[in-house]
C-alpha cells in the first residue's frame, strides 16, 4: 500500500474531503466534488514539498485524488458522442491564495480551468507571492492563469453543466476570499471566513471592516437558504479551509458575528500575545473558547477606531 501525506474520505453524496498532513501544521482541508464529466476542486493545500513526513511515497495531491477516483470508476467518462474514454475535466476553486491554498495549484495549471474572485484581481496580479505568504514560507509560488475571474452570487455553469455553484465574494481574511454554496448538498465552503476552535486569522492583507461586511452579508444569504430548506428538515452546513467539516452555518456565524464585536469592544478573552513575522498579534476567544480571532494590533486597532470604540489594547510584546 502506497504511504501518502493525504486522507481521502467521503464528506456527503457527491464530495470528498482530503487533509494534507503538512510540515507546516496547517492541515489543510481541501475538496473535490464529482460530476458526471467534471470535477471541482475547492483548494490544493501546501504542496508537494511539505509533507509532515517526507519519507511517504505520495505527495501529489493531483495524484493521490485522482488515484482514489479511478478506485472508485470516477475518474472517467465514455464520451456519448465518440463512444470515447476520457478523463473528467478538472475546475479549480481557489477560495484565497494564501500558501497553503495554492501549494499545490501548479500540479492542475496546464489543463484545467481555474476560479478565483474577481473582486481585487490586482492582489493576485501583482506580488502573489509576498501576498500569498509563499515567499514568507520558502513556498515556491504556483504560476497559473485565471480562467475566469468570479462575481458575486454567480450562479456557476461550466460548457452547459450546472455546477449547482454560487459563488459570494466575502473579503477580509485577504482581499480575494470567496465562498461557494452547494444547493445541491447544502454546503457552504467557507475557506478561512469561518472555522471553529482556531482563531481567524486577521494578518497582513486582512481588513476587519471588510470582514465584518461579509459576514453580514454570508448571515443573510444562510438565514434566507435556511428558510427554503426547512420544509426538507436539513439547514446548510459549513466545510471550511481548515477543522471544520460539518457545523451549522448559521449558528457558526452568529458565534463569529458576536465574537468579532466583543474582540472590537474589549470583552473577548485574550489569550494570547505575541510576535509573528514582526507583528505583535493578540489572540482574542469568546468564553466557550470555540470561535477567536488573532489579530495585527495594527489591524484591531484601525477597525477600533472606524467602529468608534475607545480603549487601550495590550502594550506590544517582545519578540
Known amino acids: 500500500?502506497?504511504?501518502?501525506?493525504?486522507?481521502?474520505?467521503p464528506l456527503n453524496n457527491s464530495t470528498y474531503k482530503v487533509v494534507q498532513d503538512d510540515s507546516l501544521n496547517?492541515?489543510?482541508f481541501i475538496y473535490v466534488k464529482v460530476y458526471p464529466t467534471l470535477l471541482v476542486l475547492i483548494d490544493t493545500g501546501c504542496g508537494p514539498n511539505h509533507a509532515k513526513d517526507p519519507s511517504v511515497e505520495e505527495k501529489s495531491i493531483r495524484r493521490h485524488i485522482e488515484t482514489n477516483l479511478e478506485k472508485e470508476g470516477k475518474l472517467k467518462y465514455v464520451d456519448a458522442e465518440t463512444n470515447e474514454t476520457k478523463n473528467k475535466h478538472w475546475l479549480v476553486f481557489i477560495t484565497h491564495t494564501h500558501y497553503d491554498h495554492i501549494g499545490g495549484l501548479f500540479e492542475f495549471a496546464d489543463d484545467s480551468s481555474i476560479f478565483i474572485s474577481g473582486y481585487s484581481q490586482e492582489y493576485i496580479l501583482k506580488d502573489l507571492g509576498c501576498n500569498s505568504l509563499c515567499c514568507a514560507f520558502n513556498i515556491p509560488t504556483p504560476k497559473f492563469t485565471v480562467s475566469h475571474w468570479l462575481e458575486q452570487n454567480e450562479h456557476l455553469t461550466f460548457d452547459g453543466v450546472d455546477l449547482h455553484l454560487e459563488a459570494l465574494i466575502t473579503p477580509g481574511?485577504?482581499?480575494?476570499?470567496i465562498a461557494l454554496y452547494d444547493s445541491e448538498e447544502h454546503v457552504f465552503y467557507a475557506g478561512d471566513s469561518l472555522y471553529e476552535v482556531l482563531p481567524i486569522y486577521i494578518i497582513e492583507?486582512?481588513?476587519m471592516i471588510e470582514y465584518i461586511e461579509s459576514i453580514?452579508?454570508?448571515l443573510k444569504f444562510v438565514r434566507d437558504k435556511n428558510k427554503e430548506l426547512e420544509p426538507l428538515g436539513v439547514r446548510v452546513t459549513t466545510a471550511s479551509g481548515h477543522i471544520t467539516d460539518s457545523a451549522d452555518t448559521e449558528n457558526l456565524i452568529i458565534e463569529t458575528q458576536e465574537c468579532f464585536w466583543d474582540?472590537?469592544?474589549?470583552?473577548?478573552?485574550?489569550?494570547?500575545?505575541?510576535?509573528?513575522?514582526?507583528?505583535?498579534l493578540l489572540i482574542?476567544?469568546?468564553e466557550a473558547n470555540n470561535v477567536g480571532f488573532m489579530c495585527i494590533d495594527t489591524k484591531l486597532e484601525e477597525a477600533k477606531k472606524h467602529f468608534g470604540f475607545e480603549w487601550n489594547l495590550p502594550a506590544p510584546v517582545s519578540a
Open 205 to 207: 492583507t486582512s481588513n
Open 216 to 218: 453580514d452579508m454570508m
Open 284 to 286: 482574542y476567544m469568546n
Open 1 to 9: 500500500m502506497t504511504t501518502s501525506c493525504f486522507s481521502f474520505t
Open 263 to 280: 474582540t472590537l469592544k474589549g470583552k473577548a478573552v485574550l489569550t494570547e500575545q505575541k510576535v509573528m513575522r514582526g507583528k505583535n
Open 173 to 177: 481574511h485577504t482581499p480575494d476570499e
Open 26 to 28: 496547517e492541515l489543510p
